[in-house]
């Protein structure tokens, strides 16, 4: 008698996780997610952007779906690294480029921030999915100021003052 209860309790636990399985998947108030991709158009492929600056970061709206246009967007910057087979972005999620503009504005400002010069940055933008710009450059605008900033050479016998001495 044993057996029998259980060989039941088997087949009904087997008919329920079949019935499961078959059924579709449906999201809370009968609601379907919806996947878009904005395309980043700014910054370009080697544009070059100083740290510091002020610098728009463009997206195309065109496609943005009805259901999608009281997004927020969230940019993040990161980087590539040529051959990194993980396709890891580095992104830098405790400090956002830019946070909650409405995704359907397809344009805005942000300030650069210091960070290491290199030419493989990139910018992600998130509404309900990420897209990633093309490579870009920053340069460190603390070293090319600290470059102009050399002591003056004199250029002549006269402009070298000697204490004492009249030339």
């Known amino acids: 008698m044993f057996s029998t209860k259980l060989a039941t309790l088997f087949a009904a636990l087997a008919v329920a996780a079949s019935a499961v399985s078959a059924a579709p998947a449906t999201f809370s108030g009968g609601k379907v997610d919806i996947v878009f991709r904005p395309e980043v158009t700014a910054p370009t492929e080697g544009a070059v952007w100083p740290a510091g ?3 728009t970061i463009t997206w195309d709206t065109s496609a943005i779906p009805a259901e999608a246009r009281n997004q927020t967007g ?3 910057l990161g980087y590539l690294v040529d051959g ?3 396709g890891n972005e580095h992104l830098d999620t405790a400090n956002a480029l830019a946070s909650g ?3 359907t504005a397809g344009t805005i400002d942000v300030v650069i921030p210091e960070v290491d010069p290199r030419n493989d940055y990139v910018v992600v933008l998130f509404g309900d ?3 990633t710009s093309p490579k870009f450059t920053i340069t460190n605008t603390t070293a090319s100021a ?3 900033a050399l002591p003056t050479v004199p ?3 006269a402009d070298v003052l000697i204490p004492g001495h009249n030339l």
Do not use: E, H, V, Y
């Open 53 to 55: 600056s002020t610098q």
């Open 74 to 76: 969230l940019i993040l």
């Open 84 to 86: 990194d087979a993980t």
């Open 101 to 103: 503009f409405p995704i």
């Open 129 to 131: 999915s990420g897209n």
């Open 146 to 148: 600290s470059s102009s």
């Open 155 to 157: 250029t002549g016998i």
